[in-house]
């Protein structure tokens, strides 16, 4: 059965960082292009960035570019991703989501096959 567990979540200051981790049971993991999500209250999920399997390509959502980083470590089967300079704008839902077949369309929910269940982070003003 495949999981993708999010973690690292929580409540933050305008300003500051956080560290999310997606830890996956797919196998091999190397071969997934992942990506993150996120869900704002009342709004739709939109795209935040993407590591290809073959990294280090990453592609990210100009909303984040330049603040949020993505990283894969492929021997703990996990990939992250460093918010810093955090907004209240980025108050929302973050989820992960595989992807078997890099399609290039990373913005694409559709191209996941895989989610993970969503971690909260909450940026206060």
């Known amino acids: 059965q495949v999981q993708l567990v999010e973690s690292g979540g929580g409540l933050v200051q305008a300003g500051g960082s956080l560290r999310l981790s997606c830890a996956a049971s797919i196998r091999p993991f190397s071969s997934y292009t992942m990506g993150w999500f996120r869900q704002a209250p009342e709004k739709e999920r939109e795209f935040v960035g993407a590591i290809a399997w073959n990294e280090p390509s990453t592609y990210y959502a100009d909303s984040v570019k330049g603040r949020f980083t993505i990283s894969r470590d492929n021997a703990k089967n996990t990939v992250y991703l460093q918010m810093n300079s955090l907004k209240p704008e980025d108050t929302a839902v973050y989820y992960c989501?595989?992807?078997?077949?890099?399609?290039?369309?990373?913005?694409?929910?559709?191209?996941?096959?895989?989610w993970g269940q969503g971690t909260q982070v909450t940026v206060s003003s």
């Open positions: 989501a595989a992807d078997r077949v890099d399609s290039g369309d990373y913005a694409n929910q559709r191209a996941y096959d895989y």
